[in-house]
Each structure stands twice: as C-alpha cells, then as structure tokens.
Nanobody
Framework: QVQLVESGGGLVQAGGSLRLSCAAS????????ADWYRQAPGKQRELVAT???????KYADSVKGRFTISRDNAKNTVYLQMNSLKPEDTAVYYC???????????????WGQGTQVTVSS
C-alpha cells in the first residue's frame, strides 16, 4: 500500500523558514509529478507549487521567490522549502503525487494527510 507522509510543519515567526517533506512509502517504481497544496481555514485548497518528472517547477504568484519545491528520486521524497514566511502562509499543507507502482503500469494520484504550518506576526 502506497502512502505519502508529510512532515516538517510547525509554528514559526514571520520571516522565518520551514522545510516540508513528503515521503512516499510502500512498493513504488517512481514518483512522476508532484504538487504542494495548502488550505487555510474557511478557504478553498490552493495549488502552491508543482514539480514535474524532469524537475521543472511552477509556483503560485503568492509564493514565487520565497518557496522552492524539489525532489530526491532516490528517497522518493518531495520537499517544499519555505522562506520569508508570512502570516498569510498559515494553512494545512498537503502533498499530492502521481506514482508509478511498477514500470509500465498506471499512474495513480495519492494525497498526504497534511501538515500544519502556522506563521505568527
């Protein structure tokens, strides 16, 4: 059974940094594309950052220049480095990944359980 496990959330002051990790466990051939989303209380879930198979990246305008998404294929892990954090970055952050369980198989989408990020002013 494939699972995505997020870690690295917490409480930080404005201007601080956090690094989120999203590790895939179970029998996995590889992670294809992956995304980080966030959902603040009373708001819709929004796409924050995307990384493709060839490590091309894309960011929401609100985090561009402050957040960096990256991947370590050997560890089946995706990261989100968050710098210059603002109170408006406070949200539950979720990892979503397209995973190939075996070579030549189908791609399946998985979600992590979410990790809370709270930025105090």
């Amino acid at each position: 059974q494939v699972q995505l496990v997020e870690s690295g959330g917490g409480l930080v002051q404005a201007g601080g940094s956090l690094r989120l990790s999203c590790a895939a466990s179970g029998v996995i051939f590889k992670i294809n594309a992956a995304d980080w989303y966030r959902q603040a209380p009373g708001k819709q879930r929004e796409l924050v950052a995307t990384i493709t198979t060839d490590s091309s990246t894309k960011y929401a305008d609100s985090v561009k220049g402050r957040f960096t998404i990256s991947r370590d294929n050997a560890k089946n892990t995706v990261y989100l480095q968050m710098n210059s954090l603002k109170p408006e970055d406070t949200a539950v952050y979720y990892c979503n990944a397209e995973i190939l369980v075996r070579a030549g198989g189908n791609l399946y989408s998985y979600w992590g359980q979410g990790t809370q990020v709270t930025v105090s002013s």
